[in-house]
């Protein structure tokens, strides 16, 4: 019960830190390796999803805790985004892939999706940041789960 009053605690105080009409993003990214690293993640709305090397809207880099790792993204304008992340293992600012392009290190998107061949498409991955708090929960993927998919 405890947890639960820190938990209500910390949103409220989120909550008056945030810009009127603005949003906070929680995310739990779930299935985080014990190997450690970084857990990178960036917001992007639909006209910068699609370019790899594009600045994200919001972005955070936090160390990665194995299990699970939460994410706070605060005074984020409400519209309609997705959610790339990676776990850089090795700390090396970039996601290492195989030769022909599989990634060697965990890797997630918003509401779930799996790539094929190349990352989902953005209709696939969107949902509606509304004011206020939002939550979104995601699970790690690696090669195997791509290979074992298909």
């Known amino acids: 019960m405890a947890l639960v009053g820190w938990m209500l605690l910390a ?3 989120v909550a008056r830190a945030q810009a009127p009409g603005s949003a906070t993003l929680v995310i739990h990214v779930q299935g985080v390796s014990p190997k450690g690293g970084t857990l ?4 992007y709305d639909e006209a910068r999803y699609p370019d790899d090397d594009a600045t994200p809207v919001a972005s955070a880099d936090v160390k990665a805790q194995m ?5 706070t993204l605060t005074n984020v304008p409400p519209g309609i985004y997705a959610i790339e992340t990676f776990q850089d293992i090795n700390s090396n600012h970039k996601m290492d892939t195989t030769w ?3 990634p060697l ?3 997630g998107f918003s509401r ?3 790539p094929r061949f190349s990352k989902p498409r953005f209709s696939a991955v969107k949902f ?3 004011p ?3 939550v979104q929960t995601l699970h790690l993927q690696n090669s195997i789960s791509l290979l074992a998919a298909k």
Do not use: K, M
């Open 11 to 13: 949103a409220g105080l």
């Open 40 to 43: 990178r993640l960036g917001l």
């Open 67 to 71: 299990g699970e790792t939460v994410i």
């Open 100 to 102: 022909f392009g599989l």
């Open 105 to 107: 290190e965990p890797f």
């Open 112 to 114: 779930d999706a799996q």
């Open 128 to 130: 509606e940041l509304v």
């Open 132 to 134: 206020g708090i939002n």
